[in-house]
């Protein structure tokens, strides 16, 4: 033991002089909570006016963070520009009269939005399917590393889906059928929306569950009136379905029963390897009003250059976006978004400058990039990996953040996607010098590795992470922590009351959950590891 103990104290004195060469500690511990302080104060202030896409908000954010990346030494990241332009479509879509769905034993008229949640992302202003015959897909996933298939031998060629949400995993809880409890790729929505068009399927209808979606139905209920926003595409999004959306759970059940299935039993049938879904002999006839302007935001973005190898990047990203104004709450009508997403903004900051207080610049580039249009279904970011400023080949990891809470310091290093890659490794050492241990997502059968930025790189294969500390607190526990997070998503999760509150609010966690992705992005930065995805890991196949 106390060879080991020798051993462990040389080599950690040897990583430890290598780093403090490059005055690594000078850096690591230039990053302070006055200075997270400010950035937060500004983005949340309401000056920023909630920061939404196509507004004065959106000009005030995008030149403050312009303004911000010149200060702190990164040059621009496009062609000699801070600034990307994202052209975006913004699509409010009208039922025109109850959806009908002609089945064996009779007729169903479906309301929207109370039984039913549609819109269609085609550019265009009516969208009428008449008697689109319907076909009952299971889960609507095809999956090759898990030998499943859920249109093998069904034929769904212009003509419209009904599938379940989440994936088999989760409702037989088998640790062996996909990832257990564990949402994988294949059970979000987006997922299954994109499978249904490479299908060439006309629309798609998910079948509502509150535990596999993560949330009620008020959610694609209420985001169904409210604007969608889509990538602008020369087709229009014509190569998407015509038409997407849900079913409320008891309208589902209705329509199954009439077709004699039980939905809860057939959900249960679904998760066999063996099951084939079926014709439902049922028609869908449904009019869609579109009304759509296109309008064009931004993304921001600021370069340290590379020495040695200056082609390679690791990108540091979290959203500028948020909500604007919008209804009044509490007397308050701006929505200032400042845990959503104002304090990762300002961890970028700190470690973007950390960077540049290094003793030397590091071989690779370092980006600190602030995508737009997240809350809207990451369009900056997938737009970002469509249209890269550095090859995607060589972009070496994303490290993203989002909500981080300024609860203080936690012992926990949360980890969305636990597993996924040998960030999860990196992190891993960094963590242990803070006496922190990393814990996966309790909740990750909600799909939060899917629902922020990272997410858009991860589909490009590039390594991504979300981490923070999040469950933990030194000072307070567990119970604690959960209560504050529980409050957060309760009161303050987007609504007018994600406010910056100065006399409560404490930095030190999120000065170390800093500390964390710099050092991370340091050891990239400065050696030639690529990290991989690992062994089972949905993105381990994409090639870059
Ligand atoms: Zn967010």
């Known amino acids: 033991m106390k060879n080991l103990v020798t051993v462990l104290a040389i080599v950690l004195a040897l990583a430890w002089s290598c780093s403090s060469e490059n005055g690594f500690e000078k850096a690591y511990n230039s990053i302070n909570s006055n200075d997270l302080a400010t950035y937060v104060s500004a983005l949340a202030s309401d000056e920023f006016m909630g920061r939404a896409p196509f507004t004065k908000g959106e000009e005030i954010t995008i030149n403050y963070l312009a303004d911000q990346l010149k200060a702190i030494g990164y ?55 008449s008697e689109s015959e319907m076909v009952f897909a299971g889960f609507g996933i095809t999956a090759p590393e898990y030998s499943w298939n859920d249109f093998d031998g069904l034929d769904v060629e212009g003509k419209t889906i009904v599938v379940l949400v989440n994936d088999p995993g989760l409702y037989t809880e088998n640790g062996d059928l996909f990832k257990g409890r564990e949402m994988t790729y294949y059970g979000r929505w987006t997922y299954k929306f994109e499978e249904a068009a490479r299908r060439g399927a006309k629309g798609i209808l998910i079948v509502h569950e509150t535990e596999g979606a993560g949330y009620s139905y008020d959610i694609p209920r209420n985001s169904c009136m409210t604007p969608n926003l889509f990538m602008q595409t020369e087709n229009g999004n014509s190569d998407k379905c015509m038409f997407s959306g849900w079913i409320e759970a008891e309208a589902a059940k209705s329509l199954f029963s009439n077709l004699g299935y039980d939905i809860d039993k057939l959900r249960m049938e679904a998760c066999d390897p063996g099951f084939t879904g079926f014709d439902m002999e049922s028609a869908i006839t449904l009019t869609i009003n579109n009304n759509y302007k296109l309008n064009t935001s931004t993304n921001v973005a600021g370069v340290l250059r590379g020495t040695a190898r200056p ?76 249209n890269p400023a550095f090859d995607i ?62 997410f858009s790189f991860a589909l490009k294969g590039i390594p991504s992470l979300y981490a923070r500390g999040n469950c933990d607190s030194r000072e307070f526990g567990k119970e604690w922590a959960a209560e504050m997070e529980a409050d957060y998503i309760a009161n303050k999760y987007h609504k007018a009351a994600d406010n910056y509150y100065p006399e409560i609010w404490d930095f030190s966690g999120i000065v170390e959950d800093a500390q964390l992705a710099f050092e991370i992005g340091y050891k990239l930065v400065t050696s030639d590891i690529y990290p991989k995805w690992k062994e089972g890991s949905e993105f381990k196949n994409i090639k870059k």
């Open 311 to 386: 082609d390679e990047v690791v990108i540091y990203s979290g959203h500028w976006d948020h909500f604007g104004i919008g209804e009044k709450q509490d007397g308050d009508s701006i929505y200032n978004g400042a845990v959503d997403n104002g304090t990762t903004m300002a961890m970028i900051f700190e470690i973007g400058e950390a960077f540049k207080q290094l003793s030397s610049v590091p071989d690779r580039s370092v980006m600190l990039f602030f995508p737009t249009a997240e809350e809207q279904g990451l369009l900056g970011s997938k737009y970002y990996t469509e």
């Open 393 to 454: 080949n060589k972009t070496i990891a994303n490290i993203n953040n989002d909500l981080v809470l300024p609860i203080g310091r936690m012992r926990d290093v949360m980890i969305t996607g636990y597993g996924q890659s040998e960030l999860d490794d990196l992190i891993g050492e960094a963590a242990l010098k803070q006496d922190r241990y990393l814990f996966p997502d309790p909740n990750a059968h909600t799909g939060m590795y899917f629902r922020s930025d990272h």
């Open 75 to 129: 040059e621009p990241a496009f062609n000699g520009s801070y600034f990307q332009e994202v052209p975006l479509v913004e699509i409010v879509s009208k039922m025109d009269k109850p959806v009908v769905i002609k089945a064996q034993k009779g007729r169903f008229t479906f309301s929207s939005p109370e039984n039913i949640a549609i819109t269609s992302p085609w550019v265009t202003d009516k969208i009428v399917i």
